[in-house]
């Protein structure tokens, strides 16, 4: 009873909801070795450990350097714990959708704060005071290797060789390619410049320092950097440490006359700055204008009710695309499917290109087929029907087919393809192909 108990919670809250005890409870095989178990530690107080994957700390009341903080720890079981710097007790505890990797942490604990953290899944959350559920703020492309927060923006440096910049509402403000791996990022705040830069060591063997999205300077090191740290190192306030993977220690000084200007080359073209020429104010240009202030409120109603009839037939339209199917990527849960079509030749044989891909993280799809319709007294299908194997999960699987006009009047017409499972008669994709005018027929 105990094992199916623990079996369905295990599928509602998953493998990291559990403590570590259930865990090894629900990999016992039979009931023997379960009994087994349980006479072995029934008398052991049952306690939920976790492994801390990140950490940071909070100012608790006042901003100075000197001040009390306290720790802010991300954990295995998709927790954020903030901890009293004098009794180590949870002070807040709050909870994500994935496990926590990266955290940036701004404000005050008996004020107000901010926790910015970004997740495994490849997700960044916001954390405020007084939320217990992290809010999802951005989706990257990838898994993060990186993240810091520069007044307000958010700069994350994912695995697949890309630096993104967010505000903190979520908005991408830019993103640029990376020419290699990154391996760690830093903060490098020069007080003396007034500047905010940002260093990326990468696994060429270099570090690239950026000015927002523009490359300022590069160093170049005898290994790989495992860890950097900027700030201040014995009597220089702008020292950066790197650690490198064989065991290496550079140390980096700024010099005084160090200028870190974006070159002439990312600036605007000549083109850019040249003053336009404006022409002078028309008299038709003047009556339009105060026309338009005249009747600006009969103008507004009009537009509104126009934006209003336009979003009702959107929303129509889309509504029929749903009930009939005649989108060319599913929406269904259970088949989620992606089609693209393409037309190959010049006529009067053409080849029709079909791709279909299974966007299901890990069901496959059965029972599938691809169906041509066109009018019969235009073009001549040869292979209508084309029964599809067993669709995997980000395969991408083509069907050909070869078309011919036989119309002698020259004319196109349009080509659906419908793909269909089973004996169902509604299909489960549609895609229309507008078909070109054969060459033969544009040369007579």
């Known amino acids: 009873m105990l094992y199916e108990i623990l079996d369905s919670l295990r599928q509602e809250v998953g493998e990291c909801g559990l403590t570590t005890r259930s865990q090894r409870f629900l990999m016992c095989p039979d009931h023997t070795s379960q009994t087994a178990f349980l006479d072995q530690h029934k008398g052991f107080i049952l306690k939920r450990q976790t492994v801390v994957t990140c950490v940071s700390t909070l100012k608790k009341s006042h901003s100075e350097d000197d001040a009390i903080s306290c720790l802010v720890l991300g954990t295995e079981s998709a927790n954020i714990f903030i901890l009293d710097p004098e009794a ?30 970004a997740c495994r899944n490849g997700q960044i959350y916001t954390l405020k005071r007084g939320t217990k559920i992290g809010r999802p703020t951005a989706e990257l492309t990838s898994q993060p290797v990186g993240l810091i927060r520069r007044d307000k923006t958010v700069i994350v440096a994912t695995m697949d060789h890309h630096l993104h910049s967010f505000n903190n509402k979520g908005k991408k403000l830019w993103c640029i390619k990376l020419p290699g791996a990154v391996l760690c990022l830093e903060c490098l705040e020069i007080r003396t410049l007034s500047l905010t830069l940002v260093a990326l060591a990468l696994a060429d063997n270099r570090v690239l320092i950026y000015r927002d999205k523009h490359l300022v ?42 200028r870190f200007d974006i070159q002439d080359a990312d600036g605007p073209s000549q083109g850019q700055v040249v003053k336009l020429n404006i022409p002078k104010k028309t008299k038709l240009f003047v009556d339009q204008t105060m026309r338009e202030r005249e009747n600006c409120v009969l103008m507004h109603r009009v537009f509104q009710h126009d934006l209003y009839r336009l979003r009702l037939s959107t929303a129509r339209s889309y509504v029929q695309a749903l009930e009939t199917s005649s989108n060319p990527i599913s929406l269904s849960q259970t088949e ?98 507008n078909m070109p005018v054969a060459e033969v027929f544009m040369a007579a």
Do not use: W
């Open 88 to 117: 180590f007790t949870i002070l807040n505890s709050m909870s994500l959708p994935s496990v926590p990797v990266f955290l940036s942490v701004t404000g005050l604990y008996d004020v107000e704060y901010r926790i910015i953290v």
């Open 217 to 258: 300077d590069t160093i170049h090191t005898e290994d790989r950097v495992s860890a950097m740290r900027f700030g201040r190192f014995g009597r220089e306030d702008n020292t950066l440490v790197l650690v490198l993977k064989g065991g290496g220690l550079v140390v980096k000084i700024l010099k005084r006359t160090a």
């Open 336 to 433: 989620p499917l992606k089609l693209s079509a393409q037309v190959l030749g010049l006529g009067p044989t053409f080849k029709l290109r079909v791709e279909l891909q299974n966007t299901s993280p890990s069901c496959p799809s059965l029972h599938l087929a691809v169906i041509f319709h066109c009018d019969d007294r235009v073009y001549s299908v040869n292979k209508s029907y084309i029964q599809i194997p067993i669709l995997v999960p980000g395969i991408i699987h083509v069907a050909e087919t070869l078309l011919t006009c036989v119309s002698e009047l020259g004319i196109s017409d349009t080509v659906r393809v419908f793909v269909v499972k089973g004996k169902s008669s509604r299909p489960l994709l549609t895609a229309v192909i």
